[in-house]
């Protein structure tokens, strides 16, 4: 071969080792006037060009078949005649370096068959021992892969172990792409960031990877295929950020759907979370030391038989030590940990561009940020995170501002989380992605009906009628059920709009428009319990006894085991005076729902009312006992991470048996509940975003000691009823229960004016607040403020004309008077509002969607 000849080719395998398409142009065109166009070595470097810029814009796979067969016959056909045509001055190994092309061509075709008969004409074994150059490496790493493809997809074969000479393939193929990196960088460590990218590793050979640890945890080799994928994520490069990105994704799933607690705990104990050791290969393979370079046999053929590797600090990772560094001790963490690497390579570099030129792009973006957000919330929803899970969403709206599935996921992160309010406007995004799908606006009824800081009742019925508008649009069969939904929707926020309506004809209006709501999502799902539950409620609340008793039992015929038309049902019969029948009802429930603190309250009020005392105590008893288990399990709900450290200290003196303390009278120890949630929530080291999600959970909890409080004040114990009340007030001080309670204490030991200012900070808290204008009247008439208590109680009787202590105590101040009338018909509807009137009010039965 001539010198100039020699130099030319060399200057080629420069270009080609570092991917200078462009330079490797012009060398041909030195070469091809020396020696000729139709020289073997122009031919081979020019399809290869060709064929190298193709795969850049159409990665071989299934829906890039049918262009690559119109796109790649002629340098198929100009591959075959140049392996005909074999010159032989020249360092290129033209036959091996076509046959090759040929194989990578085949592939992209999707002609398998093709591609394995190419194999059989060369030995690949001999190709890798030659101590090929970076080119040679990369694309005998593609054909390993593609060999192993070929192998794994042959449905015709039916020879034993072909997942296992798959396997090998796959693994020797990222062996050598990892020593084509290494060396690519010492040889190139300043080359320009134009040609340091995610192309010079091709989607065979990170698939290849991928199936790699696939096949080890098909047949059961968890640890090697989790070593695997760590393994290729510490040995790849930042350049190759994008493969990383896909190794991350697909090591978090596997340790989220294939690797238990147990088994992963028990991988550490015993030591195989280690990726790699000095006597192992990259992939935990024993090696066998040389002299001079990595020897892989493949046997005679080409056929994988045994791997054997030298010189395995070539494929060795870069290990840190120092300060401020995390090493997961768990799945989780570990999972977590790789979904934000992932996440952050992920948002590093979006697809902007919103012209139709990078549309397939941007379209392969948003497909991987759905997948990895459903991973991470898969990962952070069993710990409670929703806040941590909403902000890492909300980095990708940036560019994902159109996607309905990662809105949805945000608007559902935020809920959970707490910000019902920019959930409900996320929620209101996806609306307006795709109106013709009713879920989010339910979605957002829902929250607007449940959020505290108070409830938006007229946003709720837009979002309701929206997707009552969405659902009579569709006239799909199927649909029934979610217009069923649509008009419990409206119903529930017609109803608690008018709860809290002081126009009496306002709120008739509402309630009627409930009630036709009801009963068309009754007409809609008629196997659906709800609407008859829920009509049952509005029958009750207006006295239609027959109707609610009706409406009820049609709900238990549809749904016999549920708790709140069982509680109706004992309401409606403590209503008709029927205790017994009544208690019988809560017992079963209780049976059925044990934890039910709703239930447990009721039989507690009925046994007062009964003159149960003893009966009452040990309900009070249970009640007590139940929340003492109950904080745990609530917090742990509500979000907050090593939910476990929260102990049942949080009882306060509940430590001791409740119901012993209750009979014998003994006094309370010093509250500790409070410091108790403080030093949990101080040792999370996130109070403050624990608090938001901890005041449902106060409420209950002070809502249980009212309750106990009202039996002390029954039985008149006072100092207990104080010590259960200064629980409560520590636990919920702003809560108008706990300050009503507080009025009566007052009121119990004639310190009226104190009694007055609880009553008025209890209306300021909550206007509608009933109870307190009713004890609040009673003290301004015995202090001889009759005008100001009359209008206390007329404006009682406009926010529920049901309560028969208003209608008696309003009546009472007309006969002072001398109206006669009024007092009469006062008295009457009294009378017969009481005969009605359950032991709770109706109101318990909350309308939950």
Known sequence: MSAKR????????????????????????????????????????ECENELEKFLM???????????????????????DSVRKNECKDTMFDVFAESTLLLVKICYAQGNLAACQEYFSEINLSSLIQASPNLYLLRILSECLAIKGLCIEQDKMSAEPGIEKTALELYEQSGDLLFKYLIQRDKMYPNQSSSTTDDSIVSSVTEGAIQRAAVLHLKHKEYWKGINLLRHAMKVLHSHTYHIRQSLACKLATILLRGMS????????????????????????????KSDTRNIISLGDGGSPSSLAFTNSSQAKPKFFLGEKLFSPTSVEQEAILLIRISEAMLNMDPVLDMSPVHASSREHTLLNAEFLYNLLGVALTPLGQFSLFSACIEKSLKYAFDRFHLWQQFAL??????????????????????????LPALLAAKACYQQQQPPDYDEGIKFSNM??????????DDNDGLKSVAYLCLGVGLSQKASGCLSPSESAELRKGAVEAFAMAHAADPGHHKPCLFLAVEFARARKLAKAFKKVHQALDLNPEDAQSLHLLALLQTSRKQYQEAKTTLRSALLMYPDNLSLLATKCKLELHTNEHDEALRTCDELMKLWSLKPKNVIGAGGVIGSE????????????????????????????????????????????????RMAHVWSVHSQVWLQVAEVYLTLKRYDEAEMCVGEA?????????????????????????????????????????????????????????????????????????????????????????????????????????????????????????
Not at 667 to 684: G, H, K, M, P, Y
């Open 467 to 476: 997707a009552l508008s969405t659902t009579k649009a569709d006239t799909n």
């Open 6 to 45: 020699h130099k030319l080719e060399i200057e080629i395998v420069k270009n080609r080792n570092e991917r200078h398409l462009d330079k490797i142009k012009e060398t041909l065109k030195q070469f091809s006037m020396k020696y000729g166009s139709k020289d073997s070595v122009v031919k081979l470097v």
């Open 261 to 288: 607690k147990l088994e992963y705990s028990k991988g550490i104990v015993e030591g195989d979370f280690e990726a790699s050791s000095p006597s192992t290969s990259s992939y935990g393979i024993s090696e066998k």
């Open 645 to 692: 450290r929260v102990t049942s200290d949080a009882r306060s003196v509940t430590n001791q048996s409740i119901g012993t303390e209750l009979e014998t009278g003994s006094t309370f120890a010093n509250s500790i509940a409070v410091s108790r949630w403080e030093q949990t929530a101080s040792d999370l080291g996130s109070y403050a975003d624990l608090q938001p």
């Open 729 to 849: 007030n520590q636990l919920y001080p702003l809560s108008p229960n706990v300050v009503y309670m507080r009025g009566r204490l007052h009121e119990y030991r004639d310190e009226l004016n104190e009694a007055c200012i609880m009553y008025n900070n209890a209306l300021a808290i909550d206007p509608t607040y009933l109870r307190a204008i009713e004890r609040l009247a009673t003290i301004l008439r015995s202090s001889g403020k009759q005008s100001y208590a009359k209008k206390l109680l007329q404006d009682a009787v406009n926010m529920d004309v049901t309560s028969h202590t208003v209608w008696r105590q309003l009546g009472e101040i007309l006969e002072t008077e001398n109206d006669v009338d009024g007092t009469i018909e006062c008295a009457t509807l009294s009378l017969n509002l009481e005969m009605t009137s359950p032991v709770v009010p109706f109101s318990v039965i909350g309308l939950e969607l």
């Open 413 to 438: 992160s935020l809920q959970a989380s707490g910000k019902v309010e920019r959930a409900i406007q996320s929620l209101g995004e996806c609306c307006r992605i795709e109106p013709g799908n009713p």
């Open 57 to 79: 814009e159409h990665e071989p796979r299934p829906d890039n078949i049918k262009i690559a067969k119109r796109s790649l016959n002629s340098i198929k056909e100009c591959l």
